[in-house]
């Protein structure tokens, strides 16, 4: 099963406003990463939060992360029509017989549609 | 300009036919990964590599095949074997090994459609 779920599926707003997306995950982590993927694209690294960060900014981007309920957010602040996207957050776990190496995992995504 | 490149952008397949999806980087990165999105959902993890003729299966290998044979290099074949190959395909690099902070660099995507 995925390790991080997000939560809205889809979300629908008006340009200016503001975007938050909820990642849920089940065992422990290292760090969580978020994505963004524009339709039909490829996925962009977005930003990372470390397991012992509660808090992180990047421009517009706001992530936290809650390791007590295993969850993180990415608000998106004075949000433009350019920001219309999927959103996936990701989390690490060890890939067998790699000795560290991770695999991310990725939850289904949160579909963002900014209305100008 | 450094990054992942996939080709073709587009491919189709007929049914029992093997194709191959290329995967090229120049970020002269050490790890490569390719995943398997179908609509709607996240990204599934079909096989990776970590070094040059090295390569491990992921969570969904059955009815694929990769090669390293170059660090740059990591195609993938859909085999006829794959039962419903029909997917967006992506192509993804890490400098390092895959350690846990190291970020994924993903290519355009390959969109594969079975006739």
Known sequence: SQQGEEDPQALSIQEGENATMNCSYKTSINNLQWYRQNSGRGLVHLILIRSNEREKHSGRLRVTLDTSKKSSSLLITASRAADTASYFCATGALLPSSGSARQLTFGSGTQLTVLP | ?115
Not at chain 2, 80 to 86: L, R, Y
Not at chain 2, 88 to 105: E, I, K, N, V, W
């Open chain 2, 1 to 115: 300009d450094g990054g992942i490149t996939q080709s073709p952008k587009y491919l189709f397949r007929k049914e029992g036919q093997n194709v191959t999806l290329s995967c090229e980087q120049n970020l002269n990165h050490d790890a490569m990964y390719w995943y398997r999105q179908d609509p709607g959902q996240g990204l599934r993890l079909i096989y990776y590599s970590q070094i040059v003729n090295d390569f491990q299966k992921g969570d969904i290998a059955e009815g694929y095949s990769v090669s390293r044979e170059k660090k740059e290099s990591f195609p993938l074949t859909v085999t006829s074997a794959q039962k419903n190959p029909t997917a967006f395909y992506l192509c993804a690099s890490t400098r390092g090994t895959g350690g846990p902070a190291d970020t994924q660099y993903f290519g355009p995507g390959t969109r594969l459609t079975v006739l």
